[in-house]
């Protein structure tokens, strides 16, 4: 049976995989999900994640998250070991990640924030609180959600600028751990193995507290190290879309048992990747790396039409903010990401020492 070790290396680049076309996907789902949060209600709108799963607590959102994150996993774990040195791995995930969260930060302090606040703009600027959004939310310290004076709709979400940044952080403080892990442990596959095991486990007992406070964080972590454990043993793990389809047999079976959720993750992570690598399917020459902008601005997006739009349902407003979140991602990329991605690039790469077991 081949295993995920040959498929990568039969399907290394991004010309023959999918997974460009898999984040543009959990992008979207992640705009389609969150229309359901942040438009008008409506009785008969109903998200298809559940519909389909018939259960309430599976969202498309939440399934774009675990998608971003089980492929993040697996491609930094692969970028962590081909880096030629702590520094360059470093300070290749700072060059994807920054460049295009602080321009974010930036629009939505100096324009979003100054075109909607209710204060005047010398009050506006002189509030600490403007400053904090943008140092907090541009260096992933923290999650700021407010800018002084801003109110964009009624009810839940009123305050909330970006609400899907809660996740940055997340992300970096994962790209932190595997570069000290692979520091202190890249001789030794088993203590790689140990250490993505306990943080899978963190997302099940609230005793580990690995990333943040929130399950949710957890269980993006455990998604996360579920794609870089794939990588670390991509010689012994098989490549089997048969079995991914078993898995998904199996969680469907399982419904209204313990196993359910369980499954469902599995399922999920562990078909993310055989879709990656499965067999390529064209996209239009256009498109390019739009995920993580639309990701960024499609949020803000939304809140400004329900600012507008209050009446509009969840469908409509994902009709209208996917094409424009779409637009930002396009923009995003082209004038910030895209540069950075190049000076990226530009950084040497030489193997680090291999994972034992491994050739060099």
Not at 38 to 58: K, N
Not at 283 to 292: K, M
């Amino acid at each position: 049976m081949k295993t995920f070790e040959a498929i990568c290396a039969e399907r290394a680049d991004q010309q023959s995989n999918n997974f460009l076309l898999l984040r543009l996907l959990a992008a979207m789902l992640v705009v389609y999900g969150h229309s359901f949060r942040l438009a008008a209600e409506c009785a008969s709108c109903v998200d298809l994640a559940s519909l389909v799963s018939r259960d309430p607590e599976i969202l498309s959102h939440r399934i774009g998250l675990f998608i971003f994150f089980v492929i993040s996993g697996f491609l930094v774990t692969k970028s962590c070991v081909e880096s030629r040195s702590a520094a360059s791995y470093f300070a290749k995930r700072a060059l994807r990640i920054f460049p295009g969260l602080i321009v974010c930060a930036l629009v939505m302090t100096f324009v979003l924030g100054t075109v909607f606040t209710s204060l005047s703009l010398p009050e506006y600027f002189s509030s600490p609180t403007t400053w904090r959004y943008l140092l907090t939310n541009a260096t992933t310290y923290r999650i700021a959600g407010d800018l002084p004076g801003v109110t964009l709709r009624d009810g839940a979400f009123a305050g909330v600028i970006n609400g899907s940044l809660w996740t940055i952080p997340v992300e970096v403080r994962l790209y932190i751990l595997v570069g000290l892990a692979a520091l202190a442990a890249y001789k030794s596959r088993a203590a790689l193995n140990a250490l993505a095991v306990l943080l899978i486990a963190s997302a099940f007992f609230d005793f580990l507290p690995m990333i943040a406070h929130g399950v949710w964080e957890y269980k993006l972590a455990a998604m996360f190290c579920f794609g870089g454990l794939v990588y670390v043993n991509r010689r012994f793990i098989p490549y089997s879309p048969a079995l991914a389809m078993a898995l998904l047999a199996m969680a469907f079976l399982s419904a209204d048992t313990r196993a359910f959720y369980p499954l469902c993750y599995l399922t999920l992570a562990y078909g993310t990747l055989v879709i990656g690598y499965g067999r390529k399917l064209a996209l239009p020459r256009w498109i390019d790396d739009y995920s993580y902008g639309v990701y960024l601005y499609a949020f803000p997006i939304q809140q400004v039409i329900a600012h507008y739009l209050p009446s509009a349902g969840p469908y409509k407003m994902f009709v209208l903010a996917a094409p424009l979140a779409l637009l930002a991602g396009m923009l995003s990329w082209r004038l910030v990401e895209a540069p950075a991605m190049a000076l990226k690039q530009r950084i040497a790469r030489r193997p680090l020492e291999p994972v034992a077991g491994e050739a060099a």
